[in-house]
T-cell receptor, first 115, second 110 residues
Framework: DAGVIQSPRHEVTEMGQEVTLRCKPI?????LFWYRQTMMRGLELLIY????????DSGMPEDRFSAKMPNASFSTLKIQPSEPRDSAVYFC?????????????FGPGTRLTVT | RKEVEQDPGPFNVPEGATVAFNCTYS??????FFWYRQDCRKEPKLLMS???SGNEDGRFTAQLNRASQYISLLIRDSKLSDSATYLC???????????FGKGTRLSVIA
């Protein structure tokens, strides 16, 4: 069975450019999470969706970040304009449980470098 | 106080050693507890859940002390393949998502 799929796996872009990260959760899972991981701050929750509806986006750093989930099998995280401090690994995770405390399955991540 | 705190390490131990990691959490209403493992340049993966009565999975033992808001992970007979970062994860009620610690890095050396 396919796990959580993320693309691209690596992204190098220049400051000011728009970056779009993509995620396909595990089929049948109804909650999706976007995380950012850096050495300094660890794994930070940016936003999560339940049944395609954004529930909590309080972790989104600023208005430059936006996320959508148009259907149960696809989500995007967009950064516009990107800045060097956005450089990090971005993970998408999904869970099939009804609550939010069930095991989360992570995708392989997108390693973003903004120069 | 941070929600989930861990000693970042690194812990450098020889093969065969026993090593213990500790984690404290600030939310006394937390209901679920996990240890995740993250290999270098990989995604986190669930290692084991932590139950109030403590639980064991092979060489791994997890314990929870609710009164002290403290979680531990014990690894016996360490293997080279145990080298990774171990993330302590705490969940509240069903309406709040999991909170991840920054992780403790373990290096098992031959």
């Amino acid at each position: 069975d396919a796990g959580v799929i993320q693309s691209p796996r690596h992204e190098v872009t220049e400051m000011g450019q728009e970056v779009t990260l993509r995620c396909k959760p595990i089929s049948g899972h109804n909650s999706l999470f976007w995380y950012r991981q850096t050495m300094m701050r660890g794994l930070e929750l940016l936003i999560y969706f339940n049944n395609n509806v954004p529930i909590d986006d309080s972790g989104m750093p600023e208005d430059r970040f936006s996320a959508k989930m148009p259907n149960a099998s696809f989500s995007t995280l967009k950064i516009q304009p990107s800045e060097p401090r956005d450089s990090a690994v971005y993970f998408c995770a999904s869970t099939g449980g009804a609550g939010l405390v069930d095991e989360q399955y992570f995708g392989p991540g997108t390693r973003l470098t903004v120069t | 106080r941070k929600e989930v705190e861990q000693d970042p390490g690194p812990f450098n131990v020889p093969e065969g050693a026993t090593v213990a990691f500790n984690c404290t959490y600030s939310n006394s209403a937390s209901q679920s507890f996990f240890w995740y493992r993250q290999d270098c340049r990989k995604e986190p993966k669930l290692l084991m859940s932590v139950y109030s009565s403590g639980n064991e999975d092979g060489r791994f033992t997890a314990q929870l002390n609710r009164a002290s808001q403290y979680i531990s992970l014990l690894i016996r007979d360490s293997k080279l393949s145990d080298s990774a970062t171990y993330l302590c994860v705490v969940g509240g009620s069903g309406n709040t998502p999991l909170v991840f610690g920054k992780g403790t890095r373990l290096s098992v050396i031959a």
